[in-house]
Every structure is written in C-alpha cells, then in structure tokens.
C-alpha cells in the first residue's frame, strides 16, 4: 500500500526524463506524437527572439507574442537588421479575445477553467498556453474518479523516508507541486471527474500559492513545512460538459478559476479548412503523404454541423443525435477515411465510405441514434439529392450501409 502510494503521484507526471528534439526525444527514438514544444519549437524561438513586449515574471514570452503563437501571426520579424517576417501558424481556430482573456487570467492570481462540449480544443488550447508562457506542457494531471490527493499534492519515496525521516529529497512531487517550485504553468485535466474533497486541495493552492507538508515539521534538515510557488506558476483545468462526471465543483473551488467556454468552431469554412490541414498533419506524422479529398470534407463538415447544431443552412430541422459531432470526431473520420485510400487503393471512393464512418461516430451511447441518423438521410440529405446535387446524391445512394 505504502509503495503504491509513493508511486501514484509519479504516475500522474507526464514529464520525460529524456530531454526533446525536433523530432522527438534526445535519443533520437521516433514517438508518436511530439509535444507541442517540440513541435512549435522553431515559431517559438523565432518569437522569442522578435519578443520586445513586458512579460510576466517567470514567463518564456510576453502576453502578445503567445497570442500570436495560438492564433497565428503573420508578421513576426525576426533577423535583427534584415529583418523578414515569419508565419506563425493558426494552432487554435476561435476568437482571438477569448485567448487573450484566458492570458490575462494566468497573469493574475486565478486559476483558467476551460469548459465546453467534448472535442472543443480545450486540452489542446490548454497545452498551447502552457507551452508558451513556461516552455513545458508536460506537467498535467489527467483527472479520473480515482485521482487521489497526493497525485495532486505529492507522495513519499518510503525507502528514503524510513532511511532519512521526512527530509525534502525524500518527496516524489505532483506536477503540481513541481509547477510551484519551478514556477511554471499545471494543467488538470478532466477536473470534474476527480471527487471534490480531492478537487478541494487546489484551493488552498490556488488562495495562498503554498503548500503545506506537515510531515516536514521536524524534519531534519530545517528547510520548513511549506513549499512556496514561484512567480510563472498557474493552473489550467479543463472540464467537459458532457462527461460532468462523479462530482460537481464545490462553490469555493468555483471562485478561484475564471472560467472560459470554448465553443464548437462558428464558421464552416474555417472548420473545413481546420479538418483538411489537421487531418494532412495527422497523416503526416505517420510518414504519409495522401492528400484529404476536398468532397469528402465538405460533405463531412456539412452533415457534423447539421447535426450539431440541430438545424440545416437551409433551415430544415435535423434530430440530433446523442452523441456530440465534434470537430474533434470530424477530423478523425476524415483522417480514417485517408488512410483507408492508402492501404486499399483499388476503385477507392472516399464518400462512399463516409456513411460507415458515420455509423461509429454517432453509435455510441444510444439505439436510437442510428434511427436519427437515418432520419437525417430521409431529410436534408434526400432534399439536396433531389435537388440535383451530384454528391448529395452520391450520400443518398448509401443509405443502405446504414440499416446494416
Ligand atoms: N477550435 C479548434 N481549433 C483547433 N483545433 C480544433 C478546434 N476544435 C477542435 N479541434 C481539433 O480537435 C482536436 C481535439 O481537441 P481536444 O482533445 O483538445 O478537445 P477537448 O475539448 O479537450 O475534448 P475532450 O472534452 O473530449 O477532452 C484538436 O487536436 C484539433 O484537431
Ligand atoms: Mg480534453
């Protein structure tokens, strides 16, 4: 029991001991996916050096430039005197304020919430800012119905503790705790999942930036029982709307966040252009080089949208089903669908295989979702056909896959 719990607070960091390179870690072992410090290293440097803005203390960038990072910018001068202008990319496709509300928070003295529907680019938004203003978005705890306390606060090393009492070498720190010391930004995933008498040991964190560690006041080696956060410290949490979770947030822990809603993407042609890149850039990662086909996503972002949002452009009422259409889920049907023409090349009709797709998506909670999606078909996707559109006739022609 006692080992299990000096390791629980270990397990939550998701920081590598290897330090990163561009294309993974310094061992030169391909990963998966690289962290976004590694990944955005290059528009990071170049921010960083065209950066003459006041920054906070213990941040990498000021407010503006990692604004910019987010959002994406495309004059950022870099080269002293011949100076030429950088693109930054557009990482997060919303409204520029709402970035720039969620930098002012974690410049002050509470926490950032970032609430929404599933697949809103919360987590991701939230790695973003970290990466930013500390450099680093490993240190996160990934918030379940079994996170503890001390995954938040920190746990023992048992074989030092019995060796040297509680001495501070003998602590294995939470990345929160690590936040606090190195003064750099936390992210708690999924808060709402964690019980609230564990939500609750943020409070005195977020109300005093200190924490206590009792145990330490005899300790030896006088270095005290509390642990000061350092200026750059701060928490992002992310909460889903959905997956409300075991518990709901006490009121006190409520009043130190300010909370941010991240909505789905409003405008189609921003959402189709972020599911053909992100969808490129997921391929790509993986070494191929096959290209979205344009139909596919414009159909795709259509038939999400409409049933997000429970109403066509036309106006036409849509049931929705109860599943959340995420721009999360478009992006992973679209990148499926891709890959699928790369493995089986032979007569491949990417719309043809969208109705399949479809199904997975929208099957998941309830029976009654594939009778809305079918719903669907028998409505807006049968008016446009009959209206003569060759790809909406193309999708009404599939209807069949979905009865299977
Ligand atoms: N507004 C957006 N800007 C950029 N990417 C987006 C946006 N909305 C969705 N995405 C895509 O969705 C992916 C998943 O986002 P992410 O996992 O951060 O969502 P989330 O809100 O944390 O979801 P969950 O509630 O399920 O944890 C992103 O990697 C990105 O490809
Ligand atoms: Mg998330």
New binding site residues.
């Given amino acids: 029991m006692a080992k299990k719990k000096a390791s629980s607070a270990e397990a939550t960091s998701q920081s590598t001991s290897e330090p990163a390179s561009a294309s993974g870690p310094a061992s030169g072992r391909r990963v998966q996916l690289p962290p976004a410090e590694v990944r955005y290293a290059d528009e990071l440097t170049a921010l960083a050096a065209a950066d003459r803005h006041e920054r906070p203390e213990g941040w990498s960038l000021s407010p503006q430039s990692i604004v910019d990072f987010i959002c994406g910018s495309d004059g950022v001068k870099v080269g002293g005197n011949k100076a030429e202008a950088r693109v930054i990319t557009e990482?997060?496709?919303?409204h520029r304020d709402v970035v720039q509300r969620c930098v002012v928070t974690l410049a002050g003295e509470r926490g950032l919430m970032l609430v929404?529907e599933?697949?809103?680019?919360?987590?991701?938004l939230g790695e973003l800012l970290a990466v930013a203003i500390s450099g680093t978005g490993s240190l996160a705890v990934q918030g379940t119905a079994g996170t503890t306390e001390d995954q938040i606060r920190y746990g023992w090393n048992y074989a030092m503790l019995l060796d040297r009492g509680p001495v501070r070498e003998a602590l294995v720190p939470s990345p929160v705790m690590t936040g606090m010391r190195d003064g750099k930004v936390v992210r708690f995933e999924e808060i709402t999942r964690c019980l609230p008498e564990v939500q609750d040991a943020l409070i005195s964190i977020l109300s005093e930036r200190r924490m206590m560690i009792p145990e330490m006041d005899h300790a030896a080696d006088g270095a005290g029982n509390s642990l000061f956060a350092a200026p750059g410290f701060a928490l992002i949490a992310?909460a889903?709307l959905r997956d409300r979770g075991v518990s709901e947030m006490s009121a006190a822990l409520k009043r130190r966040f300010n909370f941010e809603t991240?909505a789905p993407?409003a405008d189609e042609v921003r959402e189709r252009e972020?599911v053909s890149t992100?969808a490129a850039a997921l391929l790509a990662e993986t070494g191929s080089k096959a290209a979205v086909d344009r139909s596919l996503v414009e159909l795709l972002v259509t038939v999400f949208r409409d049933l997000r949002n429970g109403r066509s452009d036309e106006g036409w009422q849509v049931t929705r089903p109860s599943t959340v259409m995420?721009?999360?889920e478009a992006?992973a049907v679209a990148t499926a669908i891709t890959r699928e023409s790369v493995f089986f090349p032979s007569g491949f009709d990417p719309v043809s295989r969208m109705p399949g797709h479809l199904l997975g998506v929208v099957m998941k909670d309830e029976a009654k979702d594939r009778e809305r999606l079918l719903a669907y078909w028998d409505g807006p996707v049968r008016r446009r056909a009959e209206d003569g559109s060759p790809l909406w006739k193309r999708l009404m022609e599939l209807r069949g896959v979905l009865e299977e």
């Fill in positions: 990482k997060f496709v919303g929404g599933p697949g809103t680019a919360k987590s991701m992310t889903n991240i993407i972020l992100r995420s721009t999360a992006v």
